[in-house]
């Protein structure tokens, strides 16, 4: 089950719990809960699997937040990738 975003906290305000199958995107990376969780990725990665997948953004602007690696397809249907050097970021054109 895709649950999108991962969320800390239900409609009740309890923690939200994932279930092994269920699939979450986190800063921007899709990842699989292996094992019963609420935790992040980071905070349990061994509740966490990295399915090597990341989340394609498509707008006329990029993102605000770019993460290292993310993808965007802008409006015209030119593909780019955020990327950082060392030095500095930015978006290249692929």
Same mark, same amino acid.
């Given at each position: 089950?895709?649950?999108?975003?991962?969320?800390?906290?239900?409609?009740? &305000?309890? #923690? *939200?719990?994932?279930?092994? @199958? !269920?699939?979450?995107? *986190? +800063?921007?990376?899709?990842?699989?809960?292996?094992? +019963?969780?609420?935790?992040? #990725?980071?905070? !349990? #990665? !061994? &509740? $966490?699997? *990295?399915?090597? =997948?990341? +989340?394609? %953004?498509? @707008?006329?602007? &990029?993102?605000?937040?770019?993460? #290292?690696?993310? =993808? $965007?397809?802008?409006?015209? @249907? =030119?593909? %780019?990738?955020?990327?950082?050097? @060392? !030095?500095?970021?930015? $978006?290249?054109?692929?």
């Amino acid at each position: 089950m895709y649950n999108k975003t991962f969320k800390f906290k239900n409609t009740q &305000a309890t #923690p *939200f719990v994932y279930r092994k @199958g !269920n699939q979450v995107v *986190f +800063e921007g990376k899709v990842y699989t809960c292996i094992q +019963e969780t609420s935790k992040t #990725p980071f905070q !349990n #990665p !061994n &509740a $966490w699997q *990295f399915n090597n =997948i990341t +989340e394609t %953004y498509y @707008g006329d602007t &990029a993102p605000l937040k770019p993460y #290292p690696n993310q =993808i $965007w397809v802008s409006s015209t @249907g =030119i593909m %780019y990738t955020y990327i950082n050097d @060392g !030095n500095s970021s930015q $978006w290249v054109q692929l």
